[in-house]
């Protein structure tokens, strides 16, 4: 009875190589986020899709790519991983205006 | 650009103290205002969310209060347990379904 669930939990990895990181939610949703939450707490948004369609672009190197199969799904695929990509990666999803947010992905490059 | 800010950054109270944690933002022409909790090497779990027409919104030992002509928000914690223990996070929404700007979050210590 998960509500938003990501896989994988932990993914520790070398710079240079590709990852994705799924997310899936059974809320009925119909937008869903990735934030970034860097080595001092901070959590700050990177994507938001509503309906499979991107409505929030921040400013991320285009490395990071969202991709958004349908409403239940948005994976997030990092191409070239730099240090500096290490970090926790939440996944969240609304569908008016209270966010939910799944566990997280704590990304180490190395 | 919206700018959250929490004080203070850490807390430590003994078990049974009332408490309030502070939340401020810079342009109070928001949509929402969520307060999180985050355990340590855990998720977020939403605590309340008060809608920027609201004053207030309370459940159970939580009270949330939000002031948005002088961009700031509490969180009343009464009878504070030890379980309480966690990072609380301020977080504004600008339009529904929008990004959540976050505030960088004040860690809550309950001694027994």
């Known amino acids: 009875d998960t509500a938003v669930s990501q896989t994988p939990k932990y993914l520790v990895t070398q710079m240079g190589n590709d990852k994705s990181i799924k997310c899936e939610q059974n809320?009925?949703?119909?937008?869903m986020y990735w934030y970034k939450q860097d080595s001092k707490k901070f959590l700050k948004i990177m994507f938001s899709?509503?309906?499979?369609?991107?409505?929030i672009n921040e400013t991320v190197p285009n490395r990071f790519s969202p991709k958004s199969p349908d409403k239940a799904h948005l994976n997030l695929h990092i191409n070239s991983l730099e240090l500096g990509d290490s970090a926790v990666y939440f996944c969240?999803?609304?569908?008016?205006?209270?966010?939910?947010f799944g566990p997280g992905t704590r990304l180490t490059v190395t | 650009k919206q700018e959250v800010t929490q004080i203070p950054a850490a807390l430590s109270v003994p078990e049974g103290e009332n408490l309030v944690l502070n939340c401020s933002f810079t342009?109070?022409?928001?949509?929402?205002l969520q307060w999180f909790r985050q355990d340590p090497g855990k998720g977020l779990t939403s605590l309340l969310l008060?809608?920027?027409?609201?004053r207030e919104q309370t459940s159970g030992r939580l009270n949330a209060s939000l002031d948005k002509s002088s961009g700031r928000s509490t969180l009343y914690i009464a009878a504070s347990q030890p379980g309480d223990s966690a990072t609380y996070l301020c977080?504004?929404?600008?339009?529904?379904?929008?990004?959540?700007?976050f505030g960088e979050g004040t860690q809550l210590t309950v001694n027994p």
């Open positions: 342009d109070s022409a928001i949509y929402n």
């Open positions: 809320l009925g949703h119909d937008t």
């Open positions: 899709y509503n309906n499979k369609e991107l409505i």
């Open positions: 969240a999803s609304s569908l008016l205006d209270e966010q939910y």
């Open positions: 977080a504004v929404g600008e339009t529904s379904g929008s990004r959540l700007t």
């Open positions: 008060i809608q920027s027409s609201q």
